[in-house]
């Protein structure tokens, strides 16, 4: 069996324990990925719609729409790799033990890029389908490229959460990353409103993985984008994917290792 | 890496190979130095202990034998495989009960035996049989469907176990396995460790115990600072370092009883008390008579007074 096939198997059998552990607590686990976007959708989607009028020629629901599966990609992923994570890590010493066998550093982070991408990928499918039922979806059909982009997203959305992981000193310190990092990204860029107008903020928010696939999920669900965007935006992940991912492999094994 | 490749690999190394071969391995952290130069060698189906006080580097010196610790300098080959450059073919070979269990609190203990039945890939059939047999040998079979949180420090131990056994391994390495347990559980588990002894199976140990050392393991290595400063059979260190007998004796009573020792006869404190050793019994009975003061008590010298005397008896200031 080739070096690769070998450490993927031992990748899936992190995805397989974070699987049982967390089904031990399904509707806790499943709750606030589900309930916030839900929240937030009746809130300003269907609340403040009626104020708003038309965005690109769509309901103000409507707009927010493909930004609430980016959303629910971004949070499983960052809460799983930062705040989950540290847990596993510090508090019960799972790789302790889980690195005398055969799994490496590396399988674990593998394992925990592939398990954020499941969960987010599922996650999406069913927030989809919540905005399909809405008749929130202009392009019907976007609900199966979802739980993909939905994927592709979590994947750099967890590596930043693994790097937090590894930089904070305490558990506390995750308030400090979130107010800072996560919660001006999820704010800012273009769940809420767009960006067309908005110069400074418009560049800035290509530096974050978040922004290309909430425009890759709006795209979808709107059914209009060109070509040329979906292979920038794509491009843009694989590569925050590639870079974020091996600098919290490295982080992590600093960690793990001494 | 090829196929091709990972085989020339296994077929260059040693059929023979020691289980452990340590040359001059050395971890440094900044300026702290946790091993220095340490050399050690355990031949295959030996059970070797690793004595020393905390922080002499007992479990970096077992992180660095699969791969965890990454040392700082030095040749280290586990069964011919070095553990920085290919710690999987080590860690598939390897049983080890940590310091801390880190069992999974949430599962249940068959839950938690088949994750890890898993991880040392073992395949579902193989796995369950496996894990019956050692849960029935732990006395934890009538457990296995509790969750881990529910059990007690004991079996959570015996259960640290039956996971560092799942795949049969060739080397067990034990990190202070009786530590906190009460002595029926300690027995216990002495009695698996000789009995995975007695099947040609490699151990290492590390404890705090003297007299576990003593019961089970063919040779100890006592380290001191990173430095190993006494090897050897038990009954070999104890005639080498510290042969005799010891007499303990109140504190108030010490300058007569230095008036009337021999000059070559040691004196040292344990606790609070006075202690005398001298090469026979005999010397000891005659410096009782001369001196007029009874011992407390007179022992023949343990494993534990060669530590004391090769560690040092004062604490050191990072204790």
């Known amino acids: 069996m080739s070096e690769i096939h070998v450490s993927l198997r031992l990748a899936w059998h992190v995805v397989v324990r974070n699987w049982i552990v967390y089904r031990k607590d399904f509707l806790?686990?499943?709750?606030?990925?589900?309930?916030?976007?839900?929240?937030?959708?009746?809130?300003?989607?269907?609340?403040?719609?009626?104020?708003?009028?038309?965005?690109?020629?769509?309901?103000?629901?409507?707009?927010?729409?493909?930004?609430?599966?980016?959303?629910?990609?971004?949070?499983?992923?960052?809460?799983?790799?930062?705040?989950?994570?540290?847990?596993r890590m510090t508090f019960e010493s799972v790789f302790k033990a889980m690195l005398t066998t055969p799994i490496g550093v590396r399988e674990v982070v593998i394992g925990e890029f592939l398990w954020v991408f499941i969960r987010a990928a599922l996650m999406a499918a069913g927030v989809g389908l919540a905005l399909a039922v809405m008749g929130l979806l202009p392009n019907i059909w976007s609900?199966?490229?979802?739980?993909?982009?939905?994927?592709l997203l979590a994947v750099p959305c967890g590596a930043i959460g693994l790097l937090a992981a590894a930089h904070v000193r305490n558990i506390n310190q995750f308030q400090t990353v979130y107010s800072f990092l996560i919660a001006p990204i999820y704010f800012l860029s273009g769940v809420f409103f767009p960006l067309t107008d908005r110069p400074i903020l418009?560049?800035?928010v290509h530096f974050s993985p978040f922004y290309h696939g909430v425009r890759l999920l709006q795209m979808a669900a709107w059914g209009r984008g060109s070509l040329g965007e979906t292979v920038l935006h794509l491009t843009a992940l694989f590569?925050?994917?590639?870079?974020?991912?091996?600098?919290?492999?490295?982080?992590i094994r600093q960690k793990l290792t001494i | 890496m090829s196929v091709l490749s990972s085989e020339l690999k296994s077929s260059t190394r040693p059929v023979e190979a020691a289980a452990i071969h340590a040359r001059g391995v050395t971890k440094r952290f900044g300026e702290f130095v946790a091993i220095d130069k340490l050399d050690l060698d355990v031949r295959r189906g030996e059970c070797v202990g690793l004595l020393g006080p905390n922080g002499a580097g007992k479990s970096t010196f077992i992180g660095c034998l699969y791969g965890v610790v990454e040392r700082s300098g030095g040749e280290l080959n586990v069964f011919g495989y070095d553990p920085a450059l290919e710690p999987r073919r080590i860690k598939e070979r390897l049983g080890v009960v940590p310091q801390e269990n880190a069992l999974d609190e949430e599962l249940t203990v068959l839950e938690n035996m088949r994750l890890?039945?898993?991880?040392?890939?073992?395949?579902?059939?193989?796995?369950?049989?496996?894990?019956?047999e050692l849960l029935t040998h732990m006395s934890l079979d009538h457990k296995r469907d509790a969750a881990i949180r529910s059990l007690s420090g004991g079996m959570k131990r015996r259960l640290?176990?039956?996971?560092?056994?799942?795949?049969?391994?060739?080397?067990?390495?034990?990190d202070e396995p009786t530590t906190g347990l009460d002595p029926t559980v300690r027995h216990?588990?002495?009695?698996?460790?000789?009995?995975?002894?007695?099947?040609?199976?490699?151990?290492?140990?590390?404890?705090?115990?003297?007299?576990?050392?003593?019961?089970?393991?063919?040779?100890?290595?006592?380290?001191?600072?990173?430095?190993?400063?006494?090897?050897?059979?038990?009954?070999?260190?104890?005639?080498?370092?510290?042969p005799g007998y010891v007499g303990i004796f109140s504190p108030d009573?010490?300058?007569?009883?230095?008036?009337?020792?021999?000059?070559?006869?040691?004196?040292?404190?344990?606790?609070?008390?006075?202690?005398?050793?001298?090469?026979?019994?005999?010397?000891?009975?005659?410096?009782?008579?001369a001196s007029g003061i009874q011992a407390l008590q007179i022992r023949p010298c343990n494993l534990e007074d060669v530590y004391l005397k090769l560690t040092g008896r004062e604490l050191d200031d990072n204790e």
């Not at chain 1, 009028?53 to 799983?80: C, K, N, R, W």
């Not at chain 2, 640290?160 to 067990?172: C, I, K, Q, T």
Request: net charge neutral.
């Open chain 1, 202 to 204: 418009g560049v800035l």
């Open chain 2, 253 to 289: 009573r010490e300058q007569i009883l230095r008036a009337h020792m021999q000059p070559h006869w040691d004196l040292f404190h344990q606790g609070r008390q006075c202690c005398i050793r001298a090469p026979r019994i005999e010397d000891l009975m005659s410096l009782q008579q």
């Open chain 2, 116 to 132: 890890y039945a898993r991880f040392e890939g073992l395949s579902k059939t193989a796995a369950l049989p496996r894990i019956e």
């Open chain 1, 143 to 151: 609900i199966f490229m979802f739980p993909f982009i939905g994927g």
């Open chain 1, 239 to 251: 590569l925050f994917t590639v870079v974020l991912g091996i600098w919290a492999l490295r982080k």
């Open chain 2, 160 to 174: 640290a176990f039956v996971r560092a056994l799942l795949s049969d391994p060739e080397l067990l390495i034990l």
């Open chain 2, 188 to 242: 216990l588990l002495w009695e698996k460790v000789l009995s995975y002894r007695q099947a040609g199976k490699t151990t290492l140990v590390t404890t705090h115990y003297m007299h576990e050392a003593e019961l089970l393991c063919d040779r100890i290595v006592i380290l001191n600072r990173g430095i190993v400063v006494g090897t050897g059979a038990p009954r070999e260190l104890i005639a080498r370092e510290a």
């Open chain 1, 28 to 87: 806790a686990n499943i709750s606030p990925t589900l309930a916030d976007p839900a929240l937030m959708m009746t809130a300003l989607g269907m609340g403040l719609s009626p104020f708003i009028g038309q965005i690109d020629g769509h309901s103000y629901a409507q707009y927010l729409a493909p930004g609430m599966v980016a959303t629910t990609a971004l949070f499983t992923a960052f809460f799983e790799c930062s705040y989950g994570f540290y847990v």
